[in-house]
């Protein structure tokens, strides 16, 4: 299956919040929906859940038009919250119950989701009385107590401790092994790094990257190049070694105890120098290497470029 | 169409609300409550009757009391006639003693309550009474007045030279009429108007307001988006406030229940009071009324006041928010109020006719006066009408009201919402 989001506007009042928005996401693959505050994640993701409809544009699955009521949906919404005085399990069940499971498999479906999340023990106290980040999981189970097919998680790890951020993390895998779409937004890169195939970038309501994150990366130039050494090396002399391949050249200083040399190196080629020229270089040099590799920017920097300067 | 999906969450939804009030602690303490009222209120005088007719056979209402018991009423007489040996004989609960002394002398006696009361008369048919505190059921001016007037009426007919027994016969002549109402009567549907009036007003604003509170409170407690990510907020609505208008149908079947089985357990002891009596054996009609306007009145109000809740992002809001929709549906109840005397009045007619009121109005006027069965069709299609087009509003607001937040939308924008199509 393929969930489509198709050139997709929406305006509140004069404010326009959507311009001409497109991505899509398919089964056994996460799409993390990256973008700052504001940016509009939010409310595509409650037009893909038809809160509101879209001024223009389609959301279509496998090219036909999405109806969320006719799937089996997880949602975890932004606005987190439930009814804080009752009872957790009745709460997961019936609203297992109003996503169609019988009530057999909502109650089964509610005590292996707690049993998931760790909180089984929880089934009859009253949400109130849980912890913030408790109160989050039976939110997360909440989403996922249908067994969704399609999985939608607005800022899932937002108030986790690094313990259920890992807990959290491994269900998203489990749901993208499992062959569900799963869109997801967040703000830790890293997070979304690790789980995500594909990104979709926001800005100011229209999308400036949608790609695989590998070639997103490989878009970037790779002239940034990692060096270091069995041993430690004058950093004078390399310098001079390489000046006339490199535009730049920073020494790292950890590991030695002299100010004059380095382990390992950081250099920026020049346009018409290539990675192998500069390693032949160094290889014929007689030098020792122990690490050679091209810095590829990390999403949080890809996030920056293409998403710092919008206001 | 109804779908399947549809109606087993409306199921949910309804069983879910209405089991979620049912078990709610303050619903119930407050029902039980009402009810042991009830059987206490309507119990007492049977439990209070059995010690009396053991312990004090005597103390019955007319009982000569003794001297010293007597209510000393002092008597300046300046008419001429004599008066007080025929009071003390017509009154004997008081005592009437001639006094020579001067009116503010007696009326500083009357202050520190040496006399009870100090009559002054001026001429044979004009006198004063002095008291010190009137109570409004104290009868004594009248029953003097009459005493006083029979006397004199008896003295002036004995000048003209009539016979005692001649007079005697004429004035205690009287007339018998009966009064046959062919409609209802209103000194028996009185009671239970008024109590019945009072049932609705309260029911369907608490109610209703309960909806508005729940509305409020998965708004506030930010449950909504997650909820209506569940099922349509449509199946929300209905079920929310079906749930609750049958938990107030509940709550009052239930009362009436109690209320009904202790007046058949007590029947003997309330046989003597007819205004009871006719509370509970008031026709089946009234009590279907009851339901049918409970109802309509309800989901009318509930209605509104659901897409007022669904407004509001604070809890804290939820009162003031409703303000006008309570004051609207209080004008109805004042508007009947009033005119329980006269409930044939041409306010309560229009007022009968119009959806907002009619719950009140039309069944003050069927349950008090006979109403034309067209008229009462009239009233209830109007209702429904309105019902239906007040939840089609309302589920547009509550649809696009429930994930507003922030401050609440001004006019221009509601209706602009309800402008859009689906």
Redesign the interface.
Known sequence: MTLEVKNVYKSFGTKEVLKDVSFSASSGSALGLLGRNGAGKTTIMRIIMRFFNADKGSILLDNKTFYPEHHSIGYLPEERGLYPKKPIGSQLIYLARLKGLSTKDAKTNTVKWLERLGLDDQFNKKLNTLSKGNQQKIQLAASLVNDPDIVILDEPFSGLDPVNAVLLKNIVKELVEDGKIVIFSSHQMNYVEELCDRIALLTLGTIVLHDSIFNIKKSYPNDNIFVSFTKPQNVASIKNFVGNYVMSFEAQKSGTNTENEAFSFIMKLKDDISKDALLRMFVDADYEIDDFHVIEPTLEEIFVDKAGDAI | MIKK?DW??FK??FS?EYM?IIKNKVYLITTIIIMVVVAVVLTTPTVVGMFKSDDEPGDEPGTDPGVTDKLRVAVINNSGMQIEEILNLSLPNYNFVSENSNLDDLKDKVNKEEYYAALVMSNPLEFDLYVKDYVITNTLMQQISSVIEYNYKITELQNQGVSLEEIQRILASTVKSNLIELGKSSEQTFLYAYILLMFLYIAVNLYGQLVATSVAT?KS????????????PLNFMFGKILGSGTAGLTQLVGVMGVSFGFYKINESTWSKYPLVTSLFDMPADVLFYTILFFLLGYFLYAFIYGAVGSLVSRIEDVNTSILPVTFLYMAGFLVSMVNLVNPKGLVVRIFSFIPFFSPMCMFLRIIMTSVPIWEIAISIAILVATIIFTGYVAAKIYR?GV?M?GKPPKIKELVKVLKTKE
Do not use: D, F, N
């Open positions: 999906r087993e969450q949910t939804i879910y979620g998965e407690s930010r449950a909504m988006e997650l909820l209506i990510s569940s099922a349509k696009v994930l937040y």
